[in-house]
């Protein structure tokens, strides 16, 4: 992705501040919005459709209140010329979907498969529809209207851009383009006015207009529609040979040294050469003492579609076979290392520096022979099926699930990144602290939920407003020493004064050297919090709704992760940092009430002199300096701690 930044430095003295918006506004490092992108709450409407059952389901009013609440936020977020372009599809579909919500309970009850009601399929039809608008090349276009014009609109100061510039990135991905890539482009396009497949030499002089009309075609152009091959290499000694539907098996040890001119003949042999040719991919040891960078070979024929996704694609395929092969006999999982793209017969992208990962017992050969005679006895009958069509979603559905079940037992459990499984794990498991804390405490989970949730817009306002610190220290330009000199006292070890202080007193130099143009007006608002008490008041009240949305959607989440039901991995990400920190404050505030001998109900409901301070009227800066003077007055010493607090014990 683009560092923005930097992009920056090529400007002339007369650019207007809102192109540099723009194109900051395309860089999607400095944290996701809360507010799901249209079509992300669209298919997870789709999937609870299709999939959600039990009480805990549709019947349930918190989880039809959180999911109208997320599509009504997605809906305010939408640029006006997107509004107007999907007006009627999305109209019939809030009509449709409001409709369900509001039936009776015996329909609401009905379980996946007889949900054949006018009520059911309205919604069903008119969400798909509504899709279809959204995923046309002209959404996309329009989408990118909106964006230009959040850019142009200097009086917004509420990062309005970010869900939009979301929006438009999941149009992308499901046009069946790489989403990254593109938006760099239009970095490539917008800021220097190269086409996108220009070396990144210099700027050309495109005009302004120029570049605006290159970029809102080229959010609208098509992926390439082409033969498309992904080869995936494993580490892990499974000796298979086998062809099935359409993926191959072979042994690395064997196909890369034979893959050459003078190897012996084999099928897919000239895709393979393609590949490995350059002597970077697939890597095989010579010798006794070297390693082998990939043990398993996997080609993955996916026919003719587009590039982008294509290796997730083929890993979900491969998957699926591991997955009823390792559930019906045991083993061991092969570990993905590298993998290789072919577009029309060429080499596409390609992956050869991922890290070598080992199983949970080190050169478990015979976990490794387990998985071989699991995936050649069950392997070959999956794979034409799933050549056939793809895999129904029930049984993917409950593939997954079982797989979850399964996994924490499994052989290859230790020394894993974790996985979307695992990631899924932390909300519930977040809920259950926040238990586990309720019952030390004698406080039922709802009420121990309410404390917590009530501490979470002051918490939010300090992250918000050290990541605003963060942005402006970023680097670069020519101001080395004001820089260095800020960078000193903010991470100093000990401070000289609360850190709030730091950003009252040092907010214009940070401001000054603030290089992402799209965050400027919002990190003045931030800066501008810590003196400005009505400010403060404003943005609490908006964190203080975006809690509220945030723990409606975690509860639906958390009952559908453990009923069953669905729960799209984008939406498990958006509440995890709100999960987190339910189950990171409650428990970090049992342990202080355990160490310091008190009452866990009473340090659970209690709060630091800031909150209390700001919640009267009083501004955090001035609190802070007052303070100050009374320990002065006393002769008591500030701990270097609290000038460097968590938020997390607010």
Same mark, same amino acid.
């Given at each position: ?16 501040? +809102? ?13 996701? %919005? ?13 999937? +609870? ?41 999305? @109209? ?12 009776? %309970? ?11 009601? /006018? ?30 014009? @959040? ?68 959010? =609208? ?9 992904? *080869?995936?290499? &494993? ?8 062809? !099935? ?8 040890? *064997? ?58 694609? /083929? ?21 993905? !290392?590298? &993998?290789?793209?072919?577009? %029309? ?23 490794? =022979? ?90 939010? *306002? ?29 991470? !100093? ?49 908006? &964190? ?57 109900? !009473? ?30 007055? @006393?002769?008591?010493? =500030? ?12």
């Amino acid at each position: 992705m683009m560092i923005d930044y930097n992009v920056s430095d090529h400007w002339s003295a007369d650019t207007p501040d +809102w192109l540099k918006s723009l194109v900051s506004s395309l860089d999607r490092r400095h944290g996701m %919005s809360t507010v799901l992108p249209l079509t992300v709450i669209v298919e997870e409407v789709l999937e +609870w459709l299709e999939l959600a059952s039990g009480v805990d389901a549709w019947k349930n009013s918190a989880n039809r209140v959180s999911l109208r609440r997320d599509l009504d936020e997605s809906i305010g977020a939408l640029g006006a010329s997107l509004r107007a372009y999907i007006a009627t599809s999305l @109209t019939q579909f809030q009509v449709a979907f409001s409709r369900l919500i509001n039936s009776p %309970s015996p329909v609401l009850k009905q379980p996946p498969g007889s949900r054949t009601d /006018a009520v059911w399929t309205d919604v069903g039809t008119a969400a798909k529809k509504l899709l279809d608008v959204l995923d046309d090349d002209e959404a996309a276009r329009v989408c990118w209207d909106d964006l230009v014009a @959040t850019a142009r609109d200097r009086t917004l100061e509420g990062r309005e851009y970010r869900p939009i510039a979301e929006l438009l990135f999941d149009q992308l991905r499901r046009h069946g383009l790489g989403a990254e890539w593109i938006f760099r482009d239009l970095v490539s396009v917008i800021a220097f006015g190269r086409d996108p497949q220009d070396p990144p030499i210099g700027e050309r002089g495109v005009p302004l207009e120029k570049r605006l009309a290159n970029a809102r075609s080229h959010v =609208g152009t098509r992926a390439v529609v082409e033969p498309i091959v992904v *080869w995936l290499g &494993y580490q892990g000694r499974a000796p298979l040979d086998l062809s !099935a539907g359409r993926m191959s098996f072979m042994d690395a040890h *064997w196909a890369v040294p034979n893959a050459g001119p003078d190897g012996q003949s084999f099928e897919h042999k000239a895709e393979l050469w393609e590949l490995v040719r350059g002597g970077t991919l697939f890597k095989v040891a010579e010798l006794v003492d070297e390693e082998s960078d990939v043990d398993l070979l996997v080609r993955v024929d996916l026919g003719t579609t587009t590039a982008a996704d294509a290796v997730d694609r /083929a890993i979900r395929i491969v998957d699926t076979i591991l997955d009823v092969s390792i559930h019906n006999a045991g083993g061991i999982r092969p570990h993905l !290392a590298q &993998y290789g793209l072919l577009c %029309s017969g060429q080499a596409g992208s390609w992956n050869f520096m991922v890290p070598r990962g080992e199983t949970g017992f080190p050169n478990d050969h015979y976990g490794a =022979g387990i998985t071989a005679r699991a995936i050649e006895e069950h392997g070959p009958r999956i794979a034409a099926a799933l050549a056939r069509e793809d895999l129904p979603r029930f049984l993917a559905a409950a593939i997954e699930v079982q797989i979850t079940a399964n996994h924490p037992f499994s052989r290859d459990m230790a020394m894993r990144d974790p996985s979307e499984a695992d990631i899924r794990s932390v909300i519930p498991l977040a809920d259950r602290v926040v238990q586990h804390v309720a019952a030390y405490a004698a406080l039922t989970p709802s009420d121990l939920l309410g404390l917590l949730g009530e501490r979470w817009p002051h918490v939010r *306002w300090l992250v918000d407003l050290r990541r605003a610190v963060h942005m402006c220290l970023l680097g670069g330009g020519n101001r080395n020493e004001l820089l260095d000199e800020l960078r000193r006292e903010w991470f !100093a070890n000990n401070p000289s004064r609360p850190w709030i202080l730091f950003v009252a007193d040092r907010s214009g130099d940070m401001l000054s050297l603030c290089r992402i143009e799209s965050e400027r007006a919002w990190i003045r608002r931030m800066f501008t919090s810590v003196s400005d008490h009505a400010n403060y008041h404003a943005l609490i009240d908006c &964190y203080a709704t975006e809690g509220a949305v945030l723990e409606k959607r975690r509860s639906r989440i958390r009952n559908a992760l453990v009923h069953g039901n669905p729960a799209g991995f984008a939406i498990v990400e958006s509440v995890r940092g709100y999960a987190e920190f339910l189950s990171g404050s409650a428990l970090n505030l049992a342990l202080d009430s355990y160490i310091e001998g008190k009452a866990p109900a !009473a340090v659970l409901a209690q709060r630091t002199g800031e909150f209390s301070a700001m919640q009267t009227g009083q501004t955090a800066s001035d609190y802070w300096r007052a303070r100050l003077v009374s320990q002065a007055a @006393t002769g008591a010493a =500030g701990s270097q701690a609290q000038f460097r607090s968590s938020p997390f014990m607010v």
